[in-house]
């Protein structure tokens, strides 16, 4: 049975946590718009989807582009505006504020990240261990996949209003607890040698941050998000348990 967990968990070079990740949905810029539009659906006053999304898209592109370039606070409706090419009416076609805008690209941000770290198939959660390797393995994908949203949640944060910064960090301490309750599990169950479960999850989030925040770095010594996972699996485990699980 572990065996079978560990593979599904992600053991093993030739396993592409990114093949895994494509099977729970679409992370493209267009997926993740749609989603948005799903979530907003009472207040986006464009009906047509297909309209929606195709305007949304360069809408979001522009305010993640512009916002690591020059910040968010520094980015006006009328400078998003005129990069994407939506006319100023259009743009409160969807949000009424730039803090709403905020707000919605947040708010898809935690969504998915939730929606994918609570998606682990039943034999991975059976056993905590391959269940802890298979959530830093989805979060290294998923963060790899949508890098700039990720990196907007991140860098910016200091500069959001306080609404904004409530819910990065609700979103924050909401991942925490799903690896906090790993932890604990494997605790209870032998798996793990850990005296506070809440301490650990809350030094792997940094860990996994790195990814993203230092993209760069990461990229320039010649690591994969793949092996950046391996990676810190085997720094994670080897500090959990003291050796590999079995």
């Not at 898209?57 to 606070?73: A, D, M, W, Y």
């Not at 949640?153 to 979103?171: D, I, L, N, Q, Y």
């Not at 604990?184 to 990814?211: H, N, T």
Request: with cysteine; aromatic share 8%.
């Amino acid at each position: 049975m572990r065996a079978e967990a560990r593979k599904a968990g992600g053991e093993g070079q030739g396993m592409d946590m990114r093949a895994q990740l494509r099977k729970l949905g679409d992370f493209s810029t267009e997926g993740l718009c749609a989603a948005i539009l799903e979530r907003h659906h009472d207040t986006i006053r464009v009906r047509k989807p297909h309209v929606a999304v195709a305007k949304l898209v360069p809408i979001v592109e522009t305010i993640l582009k512009l916002s690591n370039r020059q910040g968010f606070h520094a980015t006006s409706l009328r400078e998003i505006s005129a990069v994407s090419g939506v006319s100023m009416g259009g743009l409160y076609a969807y949000f009424d504020s730039k803090d709403t805008l905020l707000l919605m690209i947040l708010g898809q941000v935690s969504a998915t990240t939730m929606g994918v770290l609570s998606a682990a198939p039943e034999e991975v959660a059976a056993d905590p261990a391959t269940h802890l390797r298979w959530l830093i393995g989805m979060h290294v994908a998923l963060t790899e996949t949508m890098l700039p949203w990720f990196v907007f949640a991140f860098m910016e944060a200091k500069s959001f209003p306080p609404a904004g910064r409530r819910a990065a960090v609700e979103s924050e301490e909401a991942t925490e607890a799903i690896f906090r309750d790993v932890i604990e599990r494997g605790a209870r169950q032998g798996r793990f040698s850990v005296e506070d479960p809440a301490f650990a999850a809350a030094l792997v989030k940094p860990l996994l941050q790195d990814w993203y925040v230092k993209h760069a770095k990461w990229r320039r010594r010649g690591m994969s998000a793949q092996d950046y996972a391996v990676r810190i699996h085997g720094f994670v485990e080897r500090a959990l348990i003291g050796s590999p699980a079995g």
